[in-house]
């Protein structure tokens, strides 16, 4: 092995045994940024600065400012926290039943979150729909396709001018663009899978406040 393969195969391994304490918020962006499966410059084009910004921060040869970091943690589907908290990532471990994010509506639906930050090519969610809930008036959003899957009780399912009523085991497949809305039509609680690629948080402007 000549000193120049040794001297490359010393810098591989450096970088791979780099520890949690030597990571720095450049290692992070750029870690979250692969995850997601983005590029430099799609992740420049999102928060709307040039691809030499990100090379340069990801390097650790230029710093960004609370607003530029909220842009970017918000590009990359993860929360300002999580972004600047330099520690192991474990974004492929279990999700536990008791960690899952619950989002809670006006109409008696709860959406639990099933996917685990930073969002890459789908999100998902466990959708618990109480007696006769809705998502209320029908809505679009984004450009993505969405997938239903029932898995207790039975609910209905208005795509447009057609409404699907399905029970457990049954799904249904649709784009978000079209108007839709779930409406549980039994005297007890029902339950779905509800999947949607790609994700909408990379369809939304980036927060600016």
């Known amino acids: 092995m000549t000193k120049t393969s040794e ?3 010393s810098g591989s391994n450096a970088a791979e045994d780099k520890s949690a304490n030597e990571m720095t918020l450049g290692d992070q962006v750029r870690a979250f940024r692969e995850l997601r499966g983005m ?3 799609q992740l420049a084009s ?9 090379s ?13 970091l909220k842009r ?14 330099l520690t192991p990532m474990n974004h492929r471990g279990v999700l536990r039943k008791l960690d899952r994010t619950a989002i ?6 709860t959406k639990y979150v099933l996917t685990k930050p930073p969002v890459r090519h789908l999100e998902m969610y466990l959708v618990a729909f109480e007696p006769h809930s809705s998502t209320g008036d029908l809505y679009s959003i984004g450009d993505s396709q969405e997938h239903v899957l029932c898995t207790v009780g039975t ?8 409404v699907f009523t399905l029970g457990e085991g049954d799904s249904l497949e649709f784009a978000s663009k079209i108007p839709h809305g779930i409406r549980n039509l039994d005297d007890s609680p029902s339950e779905a899978v509800w999947t949607v690629a790609p994700p909408l948080t990379w369809q939304t402007d980036p927060v600016t406040d």
């Open 46 to 54: 999102a928060i709307a600065l040039s691809p030499g910004f990100i």
């Open 72 to 85: 970017i943690a918000h590009a990359l589907g993860v929360t300002l926290a999580e972004l600047v908290e």
């Open 104 to 109: 809670a509506s006006e109409g008696g639906v």
């Open 56 to 68: 340069q921060l990801e390097n650790g040869r230029t710093g960004a400012s609370l607003e530029t």
């Open 7 to 9: 001297s490359a195969q």
């Open 39 to 41: 590029t430099v410059r």
């Open 155 to 162: 609910l209905e399912i208005t795509v447009g001018t057609e």
